[in-house]
């Protein structure tokens, strides 16, 4: 059997044995100290029988209070605390005992060695198990071997000290803390559990040159979404991998130990968006309401879906044309629900008026949320028959069936693509907004629309490009490397979108606040990192050029709609347009007729004509005047 076998079996015994033998000193000492030499012999027996009884006590005690069956490796502060009253007991049963039972012998046990010995005992027994801990704690600590990476720590907080003493306890193999960095000015050059902090977040790239880092860890879970932003740019200008703390309060109710729960960082982290909740508002207005949501099987649709779901919709139809998108979302609220949620998934087109009245008699939907609509921009440039059909006349079905049938309120989704168009998708967007006004004017269905740009991760945006030019080794395609474009997670643009459905009152354009747009060379860069690789050296990227009916920025709000603030600091609402109803519907009509005879020069001409703001370029890009 091996030693260490031996030791951990015997442990307790062991540690017994040890306290017997520094008590028996700690005994002795204070005599010999007193008398300036060995104990005189006339004290012998006082002295054999005094050192028995003093370590009888506080073995007794000890062992009464489980002293025996902690892990002193993983001691806390209560096991010292719990050491120091056992060894002051101790010391107390010792001295009454001692004054009962030798009081008729003719001898005393000097009041100084009382003292000397209860010093001397609760120093050894407390230094002595601190000491082995201490030690295990370091010897586990270099366990980690040359495979654990140099660590810089962001933060000297709770979140920190909780982590740093963790690893102690429980090291990681791949993390090895050599400093931290805080932007409190008092902890500047000060320690934290014997870890140096060594400068300010903006001091990070020198010390990673400085201190060979090769893993950065961001440990300050409550910090704001837009320092997070400006800590990780930072970061970002090194080579070092990336990774987050999360949320303590959140780790602690999963019931996870902390270096377990550390994951990488994500791109939406770079975004510096506050997560967003869903409200009382929104769960009251979806409540008990029978609710539709076409194009349900995309991105937009399957999340307005997903959260719709929790909100205890009486019914909830999903209409999408791609069976295979539609049963996956039916399978998940089915897997997630059961018979809790009533669900209702319809295979039809949205250019079908006829089926879309079928439904909306059939089903009643209360609300509308229309997704359904072709966004890819170069794709459109080459097809815009097919963007007319689907996007114009597939909002214009429905909102008509909507108005027909009586539903509550009709919420379209659009995009900033429709503010100055400079694509044939964008100026259909705008003609479906237009619709969404004129549609308010005469109908007593509240219709509005939600306006908002990229979503991270959603069906033909850049994200699933680049990461899948990344899983091929390169190169990543930008179009132009001064390329801008506002972003949002998805869940959060949802769930603004059912907020701004809520306060619909008729004809409004809700213009959701994207933040701060985002270079999309900056983003590609950031992909490449946090995968694992450097830019330009593991990775090419490859400018392109702008693509047919793409600009370099997007615009949220014509200048001429106006602005004006919602309750919810991320809702804006432009004024209503003014339409001539029967001149637009006319003009839409007309439309119609040279969509379906496939004209491409005639129909672009004819969304000209419509949205005067809409300016087709084969190369588009530069900024307007």
């Keep these: 059997m091996k030693i260490g076998a031996i030791l951990s079996r015997f442990r307790k015994q062991i540690l017994m044995l040890f306290d017997i033998c520094a008590l028996t000193v700690c005994y002795l000492a204070p005599w010999v100290l007193i008398s300036g030499r060995a104990p005189y012999a006339q004290y012998s027996s006082l002295l054999v029988a005094s050192c028995f009884l003093f370590v009888c006590c506080f073995e007794i005690v000890y062992g009464l209070m489980g002293m025996y069956d902690s892990l002193w490796r993983y001691a806390e502060v209560v096991e ?27 001898s005393q046990v000097p009041t100084s060695v009382y003292f000397l010995s209860a010093m001397f005992s609760a120093g050894v027994t407390m230094y002595s198990r601190l000491v082995y801990r201490m030690y295990r704690n370091v010897k586990l600590g270099k366990k980690g071997g040359q495979k ?82 400006r800590v990780l740019s930072i970061c970002n200008k090194t080579k070092c991998n990336i990774k987050i703390l999360p949320d303590i309060v959140k780790m602690i109710t999963d019931g996870q130990d902390l270096a377990s729960r550390i994951r990488d960082v994500k791109v939406e982290d770079l975004l510096g968006r506050e997560e967003v909740q869903l409200s009382v508002r929104i769960a009251e207005f979806l409540r008990g309401k029978r609710v539709m949501v076409t194009g349900g099987g995309g991105s937009i649709g399957s999340e307005l879906c997903r959260q719709i779901a929790s909100c205890e919709p009486k019914e909830l139809l999903l209409v999408d044309i ?24 319809q295979i039809a087109s949205v250019r079908d008026s006829k089926k879309m009245d079928a439904l909306f008699e059939r089903y009643r939907p209360e609300i509308v949320f229309h997704a359904a609509a072709h966004k890819h921009v170069p794709l459109m440039e080459d097809s815009p028959e097919e963007a007319v059909k689907n996007n114009v006349f597939g909002t214009f079905n429905v909102a008509s069936s909507a108005d027909r049938y009586g539903a509550e309120r009709f919420v379209l989704i659009s995009t900033d693509k429709a503010v100055n168009p400079t694509n044939v998708m964008g100026a259909t967007k705008r003609v479906c907004e237009m619709i969404v006004q004129a549609m308010a004017q005469r109908s007593r269905t509240r219709f509005a629309a939600v306006r908002f740009g990229n979503v991270l991760g959603s069906n033909g945006s850049v994200i699933p490009l680049f990461k899948e030019q990344i899983a091929c080794g390169g190169p990543v395609t930008v179009t132009h490397p001064d390329i801008v ?40 860069e950031n992909l490449i990192k946090l995968s694992g690789f450097i830019p330009y050296k593991d990775i090419q990227i490859v400018f392109t050029g702008l693509r047919p009916g793409e600009k370099l920025f997007e615009e949220l709000l014509m200048d001429e709609e106006g602005l004006r603030k919602t309750e919810n600091r991320k809702i804006y609402i432009g004024a209503p347009l003014k339409l001539n109803n029967q001149t637009f519907f006319d003009h839409l009509m007309t439309l119609k007729q040279i969509a379906y005879t496939n004209n491409s020069d005639n129909l672009v001409q004819a969304l000209i004509d419509m949205v005067p703001t809409f300016h087709h370029k084969t190369n588009c890009g530069q900024e307007p005047a």
């Design 80 to 106: 010292f605390f719990r050491l120091c009253t056992g060894s002051a007991i101790a010391i107390f049963l010792f001295v009454a005992s001692s004054l009962l039972i030798f009081q008729g012998t003719g």
């Design 148 to 229: 654990a990476r140099r660590t810089l720590l962001i933060g000297a907080g709770d979140a920190a000290s909780t982590l740093l003493h963790e690893q102690f306890k429980k090291p990681s193999p791949d993390m090895n803390i050599i400093c931290c960095v805080d932007d409190a000015p008092e902890k500047q050059g000060r320690y934290i559990m014997g870890i140096q902090i060594m400068g300010t977040t903006e001091d990070i790239p020198e010390i990673v040159e400085q201190c060979e880092i090769e893993s950065i860890l961001l440990a300050i879970p409550t910090m704001d979404e837009e320092n997070k932003r």
């Design 322 to 345: 791609y069976e295979n998108s539609a049963y996956a979302i039916q399978q998940e609220l089915r897997r997630k629900y059961g018979d809790k949620l009533d669900l209702q998934v």
């Design 485 to 524: 474009r506002y972003f949002m997670t998805i869940s959060e643009a949802v769930s603004l979108v059912l907020e701004a459905g809520s306060m619909a009152t008729g004809g409004e354009i809700f213009v959701l606040d994207m933040g701060k747009p985002m270079r999309i060379l900056d983003l590609a």
